[in-house]
């Protein structure tokens, strides 16, 4: 009995133990990941996974650890298991793996995982936007043009990314220096701000701006003399964390001397407690955009921009707003010479990741925000997107599938973007073509831009260049009524168009049938009936049109019968056909009764063999019930 207490106790010890060392690991696990020491965190609690320890906060960690460090298939299978059959689960989690999803280019999935978190978050920015633009990939589609980016020979396994131009030379960012400390959150080294030289040599920028800890995103005035660029929380030799122990960024500025980049400065809206991030000029140079977590950001980073005054001091930070900025990542400004804002988001519909999109800046507030489409975004994370657009040459970093790491730098030159119209022109009542018209194009100010003709065929094709503005087109030709129509070039990389011309109506000669001349439908009449049909009155409506626009026009009015009944019945039956007739004239179309005259034929003037004695069917008789409209004077 004692020996079986002991084995027991022994027993019993040793489950305690168990537990309490698996609690140990996955506080230890916790502990690390709260650093944000993803890449170490990662392997503690998938070993803790793998050993059947299934709870919600392991896999929810694990799944973001991957999902953090852009390792989107394995960030997938653990978001899967985490939201399946479970409830009460973080609604952000389902915008994470819906991501993961759209990275494996698994975009049906990932639209519906995205319609389960708009039904949890209805009022999200995001959440709208899934819902009024569930065909998103097929505009995206006609966004993207046709060429190619190049991957830099200057890219390493580590990663290389956020180009800018100083004195000609390329300035990027690199994790490339193995001697530096290595950052827990990718197990890389620290980044640094390099320098490729025309001659195909690479070098540490000139000066103080690189340290220990991080450095990136340069931006530097055209006179050369002065650099914006972001940093670790590291100035003057003190290195500092925020309250929660985590790494920050700040802004700071260099001035050149004697060649190298001196006299650094902390910007004065730094902060400790969040991060000031990726700076960038405007055109004049008086303005600073940056990314930020600041106090007031709606998401995990949002774009602010500052004034910077003449004196060289500063404005307060102005956030760009609700329609710019979302619930995610917004980051990477850059503002091109036509004034045009080009940011990163994740936050915006996209081909997954980050994808690069651009706003005029005078229409900040009114614009529409365009997905740049492919080959410049992709499923995975494109950011740092810059670009000159008098060479039309530039930059994009990515860490997109069949890179040389982890980011890398691509370059392209993007061809003149341009549009092709094409369309037909026709008859619109006979639907045939119309050659040599004359066509004539206007753009949004009434300038016109471009006239041509048809062809033999009644084609025309014309180029426009990707403004993105409403364009009118005007058709002419003689015995035709002109027509215009608008048409959009922003959704759209080519527009086809069918326009089509009415035929001119001419005050017609005596003796015209108008059935032929306004390509009318006949005027019948029920049987041993004189009353109006509603078919009939859009028909009456059309003549009265005509005797409004010629007013000189006057017209006889014929009316009918079938064989069928008395001689004498029918003659009386068409003359009250006549009557009515007119007076729907008279009394719909306000037409002066002097311009009418008419009179009952009864069934004198048949238009088939449907006469006495004749087997017809109703058909044939109704087509004798009718009334007729000749021109008699004008």
Known sequence: MKKRIYILSIVSFLSFNATFSQKAKIKSAVKQYEKLSYADSKSNLLSLANKGNTSLEVIEKLANAYYFNNEMQDASKWYSKLIEGNTNIESENFFRYAQTLKAQENYEEANKIMLAFATMNPQDSRAKKILSS???????????????????DINTPYSDFGTSTYQDNLVFASSRDKDEKIYSWNAQPFLDLFELNKDGSIKEILGNINTKYHESSAAF???????????????????????????????????????????????????????VAHPALSTDEKKLYFASDMPGTYGASDIFVVDIHDDGS???????????????????????????LYFSSDGHLGLGGLDV?????????????QNLGKPINSPKDDFAYVINETTRKGYISSNRTGGKGDDDIYSFIAPECSKQVSGTLINKKTQEVLEDADLVIYDGSNKIIKSLKTDNSGKFQFNLTCKQETYTVEAKKEDYNDTSTNFSTKKTRDIVLTLALEPEIKAAEVGTDLFKLLNLKPIYFDYDKSIIRPDAQLELEKIINYMNEFPSVKIDVRSHTDSRGKDAYNFALSNRRNKSTIKFIVEKGGISKNRLTGKGYGETKLVNKCKNGVKCTKEEHQKNRRSEFIVVAN
């Open 314 to 340: 500063y404005g307060e930070p102005i956030n760009l707003g609700a329609k710019i900025n979302t619930e995610s990542r917004e980051n990477f400004p850059f503002i091109s010479e036509k004034n045009i």
């Open 221 to 275: 005035t055209k006179d050369g003399n002065t650099v914006y660029f972001t940093r670790n929380n590291y100035y003057k030799g003190n290195f500092k964390k925020n309250s929660n122990d985590f790494h920050t960024l700040k802004i700071y500025k260099a001035t050149l001397v004697e060649g190298k980049w001196t006299n650094i400065e902390s910007l004065p809206f730094n902060n400790s407690e969040y991060s």
């Open 134 to 152: 569930t065909n998103y990939l097929k505009a995206i589609e006609e966004l993207s043009e046709d060429f190619e980016l190049n991957n830099l």
């Open 357 to 369: 999109f651009k706003i005029e800046i005078k229409n900040i507030e009114s614009g529409v925000i």
